[in-house]
């Protein structure tokens, strides 16, 4: 296994941008190709996009972002995008790319790091605590959690 950031290997850039084109098919497209050209070069530390690779095939991804698409724009950074292919789940590979992200949170210099989800049950399993609701722009709201690094 191996955690692919994008900054670090920008040669993954297009099949990055593939990748989370293809496991959220529901937000535009060009969302993630601009958000991911735009990070290799960005000024700051955020935003990150990670690819979990097993051998040389993408299995999962992440990225590492200041805002969700939520309301709660005083707390940063975000985990997001956590995805992990069906036929690879159950293997804890989720916990691989939650902790890049918790590393690179903490070497960043910040102590929390956020993620916002309907799921309930799931991120609890790798320490993240429930700490209220978040509202979104088109009118849905979403669990918000948070986790010291």
């Known amino acids: 296994m191996e ?8 040669t993954y850039r297009d099949r990055a941008i593939a990748y989370l084109q293809k496991c959220w098919p529901s ?18 530390h955020l935003p990150q996009w990670y690819l979990l690779m ?3 095939e993408i299995i999962g ?5 200041t805002n ?11 985990i997001c995008a956590v995805f992990i292919e069906e036929s690879h789940r159950g293997n804890a590979y989720a916990r691989l790319l939650m902790e890049k992200a918790k590393s ?7 102590q929390y790091l956020y993620l916002s989800t309907e799921h309930v049950g799931y991120y609890e399993k790798y320490g ?20 010291k690094v």
Do not use: M, N
């Open 3 to 10: 955690i692919i950031s994008i900054r670090d290997k920008p």
């Open 54 to 56: 097993k051998e040389d």
């Open 27 to 44: 937000v535009r497209p060009e969302i993630y190709d601009d958000c991911i050209r735009h990070s290799i070069d960005a000024r700051d």
């Open 128 to 147: 993240f605590t429930y700490i209220g609701q978040g509202y979104h722009p088109w009118g849905e709201d979403s669990r918000i959690y948070e986790i």
């Open 61 to 65: 991804c992440a990225g590492l972002i």
């Open 68 to 78: 969700d698409f939520i309301s709660r724009g005083d707390l940063y950074p975000w």
């Open 104 to 110: 690179d949170t903490k070497r960043f210099g910040y």
